[in-house]
């Protein structure tokens, strides 16, 4: 019985783990070319033969053969723990992800919340690597990066609320669930249920969500953090080979997670009419995955066409928008469960 | 017990905790500033209806549920005891208002974020007096003192006042921190929150060493929070640097926000404990007073003096307790009547002479004792003011403080054959003679000595005195003069409490 | 068993932390440490079947206090080296002292049994139950320390924000003052 409670907890880590890399690998890839074909270019083309597929590997191995570089000024043992803290905060992200009724590693009673709780861990690395770095542009980098995380924390925690109001439960398979259940005033037949509900219902939310989204990724618009024309590359700057690495990773990880997690509060996550639960296992990480290429696409093309904000407006745009009219969206929300 | 949520039971905190956020409110609409401080005296002024209300309503017939309301399951009471003393936290804060409006107004602050702490600290003091239960109370007294520590450093540009709130907040964190170690150590043994539960568990068993030493450590947050030797380094720098009237509302409400604490505790969780607490605060009594009495002596700043005179008036309000393990019965409720009654008094004499100082600082631009002197000869009426409430604090015998030092004294002598009572009254009396001293000295300073010389004669006798502050120093100086000659008008209220002490 | 080993491995770790945050000279190796404790303050509770308070411990501690603490240490930019002159003399001795005389009398205490007697039925802390807690008989305390949090916010925003007066009706001379030390 404990041999078999360690066999699965390995196979669970090892899945999570091989979800969270391929899951990397293949959204920088598709940055790569996407990015490419916004710009007339064609982007990564030898490497793998065939589109350059092979793109991100090749960069991977590149950057673990590099010697690593550790500067005389670094607080050795904090810049050398950080990149750990973030790749740790967005792993621990896909415990949670339900790709299925059955896919999920841990099925915990309050999803959401721990997905909220884990992920702030991730503005602690960022900020141990922006100080430890000994370096203006990386502390710079680090606080803007502090700033910007709990400013947008906020209103990403707030956007959930109005789901969580409406499904009743924290737990992502629950939420699933309950929108796959849905009825439109109590009449609805469930197949009209693949219009997500509450992408309707909840629309100002998923709005907030994604902008917050970006926001906690540091993407362009919201790339203050590592404002290159200003910052070098911000917090980053000091890292070089393996350590940068898992920050590189950890960053598109953690753009895959957000996206599984927005997809699986606002799109419906894995579920599908007329399939049954059996089957669902199987079909639903397919659903799901489909889902999250199209909140990666949509981050990457938003990336590639938005100007980066200037730093005070980028903390208006938090406090003084962002917030109030997630506030507002829980108020109605939840007035209006109330009443129907 | 009535219904989970009984309206007219919390009405009073209910309307205060409107008038806090209507404070706000006021504050960002575009209408003068003062209009902020009008909405905190009349919601503070709307909150004292149903307390009156209340009270009524277990003396008729025709209320539906009359006595002790409980709510929430035993941790929120409503009774006569907390009514007096919510009573007094409003009538107290409803002073402090006025003497804080002209003092806001005439320098650069934050007026509405001003009257909005204010009056959030009272909601908390209001909390406390009702709350019976560990959680409530502390999450009260923390209400109380969170924007106590923002008001205390109101004063951003001087560095007095940043220092005063620096002191203020690092201490009664560090109280606050072993408060709750004390409560931790208290649930940990009793397995109880609520102060009937803790006193149901206590009842004659054996008890281990770590529920007195919880017990311990909550006397000693509490003793922070009422600036008791030997826990008092604070109180007087932060007397000093606050702004004066938010040091007028920290020596009264949140001094007797802590009293209430430490009564509610001692006398119902605790009940069964006396023998521990008793002791306790007889050394912590003995030690307040005199060391407040002796060091206040040599203070040459009247905001210090008084800051010390708080300290040894606390340890006054604390004799009481002292000998609460010495007795039984309706002696017992005499030691909680002496100390409740002690702040009910103390109340209007100190606001009074806080009011005294600021109206006296306006006139020569100091708190220094020296700068003081003569001033009988140009504000006479003020000078007559000095006279009342130092005098009255003194415990001279026209006026309101002779009888709160006068069931003090009965209090303790109730323990008599006890020698340690007797001990208690013996330092409590010198005491009171060395407090004389230097209350007189103020006195005589105004009344007696020349116009320094330095100041020139053009100043003096400046600007009239604010209309709100006059307002709260007519206020407590009718107060102080008519309690002193009709006691009962204030002891009756002290005498609603009395039965708290002798259990539910 | 599956408390026992997270106990013998978290336990340590709390230890390490409290202790580095307590010794450590250099602020933000105290902060790392304080983090570390937390954390496995927070694996306790999940071994504990608090799974909210634990992933609250982590929002809160870990999320916002921490990330507020380093973003402090790193405005103020506090040199490694602490200037570490006493105004007292003999302070660090007479701590010590005091301190260990403390923990003395409360191992002393201690030692005649922390808890003497378990009480009531463990209760799961799921949401349901915290909340049914929470909004139930504890909805007072609840609310009262909402108010706290405005407070708090109001209050940091008036003590830190440098505002020229603003008494209504001399708006005009707003812009004069602006940015002159309160």
């Not at chain 1, 100080?131 to 209103?155: D, F, H, T, V």
């Not at chain 3, 930019?77 to 302070?91: C, H, I, K, T, Y």
């Not at chain 3, 799961?124 to 407070?151: C, H, K, M, Q, Y």
Request: charged share 10%; proline share 4%; hydrophobic share 55%.
């Amino acid at each position: 019985m404990i041999v078999n409670f360690w066999v699965t907890l390995g196979i669970k880590m090892a899945l999570v783990l091989g979800v969270m890399l391929v899951g990397a690998l293949v959204s920088i890839f598709g940055e790569l070319k996407i990015s490419a074909h916004m710009q007339s270019r064609i982007g990564p083309y030898f490497a793998g033969g065939r589109w350059g597929w092979a793109q991100p590997l090749a960069d991977g191995l590149k950057f673990i053969q590099k010697e690593e570089i550790i500067p005389d000024t670094v607080d050795v043992r904090v810049f050398k723990l950080a990149p750990y803290v973030v790749l740790m905060g967005t792993m621990a992200i896909y415990v949670v992800i339900p790709f299925g009724p059955d896919m999920v590693a841990g099925n915990l009673d309050l999803g959401v919340f721990y997905v909220l709780a884990i992920s702030s861990i991730s503005t602690v690395g960022v900020l141990m690597a922006g100080w430890s770095s000994g370096n203006k542009y990386s502390l710079m980098g680090g606080l803007r990066a502090a700033a910007q995380l709990i400013a947008y924390e906020l209103p990403l925690v707030l956007a959930v609320v109005g789901v969580v109001i409406l499904a009743g439960t924290l737990s992502l398979n629950g939420i699933v669930e309950a929108q796959a259940q849905w009825q439109w005033f109590g009449v609805t037949p469930e197949w009209l249920n693949v219009i997500p509900p509450y992408l309707i219902l909840q629309a100002v939310g998923f709005a907030i969500f994604l902008t917050a989204s970006l926001a906690e990724l540091s993407r362009t618009p919201f790339d203050m953090p590592i404002a290159e024309s200003e910052l070098v590359m911000g917090y980053l700057t000091e890292y070089s080979g393996l350590r940068f690495t898992m920050f590189f990773l950890g960053e598109y990880a953690g753009m895959v997670a957000l996206a599984a997690i927005a997809s699986t509060l606002f799109l419906g996550g894995y579920w599908l009419p007329f399939v049954s639960d059996d089957l669902l296992n199987f079909i639903g990480p397919v659903v799901l995955i489909t889902k999250i290429a199209l909140l990666v696409f949509l981050f990457i093309w938003m990336r590639w066409t938005f100007p980066r904000l200037r730093e005070d407006q980028l903390q208006q745009l938090a406090w003084r928008i962002l917030i109030p009219v997630a506030l507002a969206n829980i108020v109605v929300t939840a007035v209006l469960k109330v009443v129907f | 017990m009535s219904a989970l949520f009984d309206y007219h039971a919390l009405a009073p905190e209910l309307i205060l905790a409107f008038t806090v956020m209507a404070v706000l409110a006021v504050d960002l609409m575009p209408v003068p500033k003062y209009y902020a401080a009008v909405t905190g005296l009349v919601g503070l002024f709307a909150s004292i209806i149903p307390l009156l209300t209340l009270a009524l309503c277990s003396e008729l017939s025709f209320c539906s549920d009359n006595g002790a309301r409980l709510l929430f399951g035993d941790s929120y009471v409503v009774d006569t005891f907390s009514l007096v003393l919510k009573g007094l936290f409003l009538v107290s804060a409803f002073i402090s208002l006025l003497l804080a409006v002209g003092y806001v107004e005439s320098d650069r602050y934050y007026q509405g974020e001003y009257y909005f702490l204010l009056l959030a600290s009272v909601f908390g003091a209001v909390v406390m007096a009702s709350s019976r239960d560990l959680i409530s109370i502390f999450v009260g007294l923390e209400l109380v003192s969170g924007p106590a520590f923002l008001l205390a450093g109101w004063r951003k540009g001087d560095a007095r006042s940043n220092e005063a709130a620096l002191k203020f907040f690092i201490v009664g964190v560090l109280s606050a921190a072993i408060l709750l170690f004390g409560m931790s150590l208290i649930y940990g043994v009793t397995g109880e929150l609520t102060f009937s539960g803790i006193r149901a568990a206590t009842v004659g068993g054996e008890l281990p060493a770590v529920f007195t030493l919880g017990v311990l450590f909550v006397l000693m947050g509490f003793a922070f929070k009422v600036s008791a030797v030997p826990f008092h380094f604070w109180t007087p720098d932060t007397y000093e640097g606050a702004p004066t009237p938010v040091t007028a509302y920290l020596s009264v409400g949140s001094k007797a926000a802590g009293f209430v604490g430490l009564l509610v505790i001692c006398y119902s969780a605790f009940a069964n404990m006396r023998d521990i607490w008793g002791p306790a605060l007889w050394i912590i009594a003995v030690a307040s007073m005199t060391l407040g009495n002796l060091i206040a002596v040599r203070q040459t700043n009247v905001i210090r003096l008084l800051g010390y005179s708080s300290i040894a008036q606390g340890g006054f309000m604390l004799a009481p307790f002292a000998v609460a393990s010495m007795v039984e019965g309706v002696e017992l409720e005499g030691a909680l009547f002496a100390t409740v009654t002690y702040l009910l008094f103390y109340a209007f004499m100190n606001l009074g002479a806080f009011g005294v100082v600021m109206a006296g600082m306006s006139k020569v631009k100091s708190a220094e004792l020296s700068s003081w002197s003569g001033m009988a000869q140009y504000a006479p009426g003020l000078s007559m003011l000095v006279v009342i409430f130092f005098f009255a604090l003194a415990g001279v015998p026209p006026l309101a403080g002779w009888f709160a030092k006068l069931v003090m004294f009965q209090a303790i002598i109730s323990g008599a054959p006890n020698v340690w009572a007797v001990l208690l009254g013996v330092i409590a009396a010198v005491n009171a003679v060395v407090a004389f001293f230097y209350y007189a000295k103020v006195v005589k300073t105004v009344w007696m000595d020349s116009v320094p010389v330095e100041i020139p004669a053009a100043e003096l006798g400046g600007s009239g005195l604010n209309p709100a502050l006059a307002l709260a120093l007519g206020i407590t100086a009718i107060a102080t003069i008519v309690t002193g000659l009709f006691p009962g008008v204030l002891s009756f209220f002290g005498e609603a409490t009395r039965t708290f002490a002798s259990g539910f | 068993m599956g408390e026992l080993v997270v106990f013998v491995i978290f336990a340590p770790l709390a230890l390490v932390g409290a202790l580095t945050m307590v010794a450590a000279r250099n602020p933000v190796h105290s902060a790392m440490g304080l983090l570390m404790t937390l954390f496995s303050v927070a694996v306790f509770y999940v071994s504990n079947n608090g799974h909210f308070i634990a992933a609250v411990q982590v929002i809160v501690y870990a999320g916002a206090i921490m990330t507020l603490f380093l973003f402090v240490i790193m405005l103020i930019g506090v040199d490694s080296a602490q200037d570490n002159q006493e105004v007292l003399p003999n302070q660090r001795p007479i701590a010590v002292a005091l301190g260990l005389a403390l923990l003395g009398l409360v191992l002393a205490a201690g030692s005649q049994g922390w808890v003497p007697r378990g009480t009531g039925s463990p209760v799961n802390g799921t949401i349901e139950n915290v909340s049914d807690e929470l909004f139930g008989a504890w909805i007072l305390p609840f609310e009262v320390t909402s108010l706290l949090l405005i407070i708090a916010s109001v209050g940091t925003i008036a003590l830190a924000q440098f505002r020229p007066r603003a008494i209504a009706g001399d708006e005009a001379d707003e812009s004069a003052v602006d940015g002159e030390l309160v």
